[in-house]
């Protein structure tokens, strides 16, 4: 499941603020686990593929979990004609498990927020020079 949210809102005619979230959460479980063949090109998918030979692997398939949070915030101001202050927060959380779990998607989500984000602050400024 994921969503991507984007908004763009003008305070003023020189300030602006744009908002963008994109969280992602994917679980799933495997099953059937196969391998290729000496035939990889064959046209029957079974002379293509066959049954995975490892047991440790086929006993223990195991699945996927993983979580990622994305954000942007955008505040510009053109403080006088040509000259524009950015200041931008970017914040981004992650998390991988290499096992299902028990929760549903809604736990899932919960807990993509109870993540350390990591944040970065930018500030920028320019300044327009009129020779």
Known sequence: MSLTAR???TISTTLTLQ???QPFVGKGSYSNVRELTTNPRAADYDAR?????DTAVTNHI????FKQFRSNVVLRWEYRPGSTLFVVWTQGRQDFAGAEGPGS?????????AL?????????ASYWINW
């Open 7 to 9: 908004v763009d809102y």
């Open 19 to 21: 908002l963008y979230a």
């Open 49 to 53: 593929y066959q049954p995975y030979a």
């Open 62 to 65: 195991g699945g996927v979990n």
């Open 105 to 113: 998607m809604r736990d899932n989500f919960r807990d993509l927020f």
């Open 116 to 124: 350390h984000p990591d944040n970065t602050f930018l500030v920028k």
